[in-house]
T-cell receptor, first 107, second 114 residues
Framework: KNEVEQSPQNLTAQEGEFITINCSYSVGISALHWLQQHPGGGIVSLFMLSSGKKKHGRLIATINIQEKHSSLHITASHPRDSAVYICAVGGGNKLVFGAGTILRVKS | DAGVTQSPTHLIKTRGQQVTLRCSPKSGHDTVSWYQQALGQGPQFIFQYYEEEERQRGNFPDRFSGHQFPNYSSELNVNALLLGDSALYLC?????????????FGSGTQLSVL
């Protein structure tokens, strides 16, 4: 079993839909990161959280430390949200990454 | 303010050769980490450099080595290349006022080993 599991692996949504991506982990962590990766490799850090909930624009990230689970929500999805979303856990720079969720939003 | 820059962007090598990848961290950052991302998989941690020393290492063989310079830039060296070393190599930096938890990634170096 991988230390970080993401679901779903692939997700296709219609523009405007509410999207949820889940992340479960089995290791102790000091922080959980949600990252976005576009074709070509560039990775952008969306959120870093160790408890509770964070919101940035149409993106919301939550974490439940007791259940070792986090969710990334996208409200009013748009085709430009199409990317790979990666959950990573750990401390400092030594992160353990999930395999990613490939999101495609159709117009 | 330039972010994390990596060079080269693409590289083709043959089995047995050696390769050096370079990373310049975001201005103000003093810690650099390297990751390997195989096609269709999440990145895997290779190692982290701080104060010119390797501080943490992932599960990678000694063929993978690195260096950090006084200006905080870093190199990743891979010796005796194998076909399985073909991957996207990502560099991330942190530190300074932004702290050590938030990472900034470069666009990566795509290495192909033939």
């Amino acid at each position: 079993k991988n230390e970080v599991e993401q679901s779903p692996q692939n997700l296709t949504a219609q523009e405007g839909e509410f999207i949820t991506i889940n992340c479960s982990y089995s290791v102790g962590i000091s922080a959980l990161h949600w990252l976005q990766q576009h074709p070509g490799g560039g990775i952008v850090s969306l959120f870093m959280l160790s408890s509770g909930k964070k919101k940035h624009g149409r993106l919301i990230a939550t974490i439940n430390i007791q259940e070792k689970h986090s969710s990334l929500h996208i409200t009013a999805s748009h085709p430009r949200d199409s990317a790979v979303y990666i959950c990573a856990v750990g401390g400092g720079n030594k992160l353990v990454f999930g395999a990613g969720t490939i999101l495609r939003v159709k117009s | 303010d330039a972010g994390v820059t990596q060079s080269p962007t693409h590289l083709i090598k043959t089995r047995g050769q050696q390769v050096t990848l370079r990373c310049s961290p975001k201005s103000g950052h003093d810690t650099v980490s390297w990751y390997q991302q195989a096609l269709g998989q999440g990145p895997q941690f290779i190692f982290q450099y701080y104060e010119e020393e390797e501080r943490q290492r992932g599960n990678f063989p000694d063929r993978f080595s690195g260096h950090q310079f006084p200006n905080y830039s870093s190199e990743l060296n891979v010796n005796a290349l194998l076909l399985g070393d073909s991957a996207l190599y990502l560099c991330a930096s942190s530190g300074g006022q932004a702290g050590y938890e938030k990472l900034f990634f470069g666009s990566g170096t795509q290495l192909s080993v033939l």
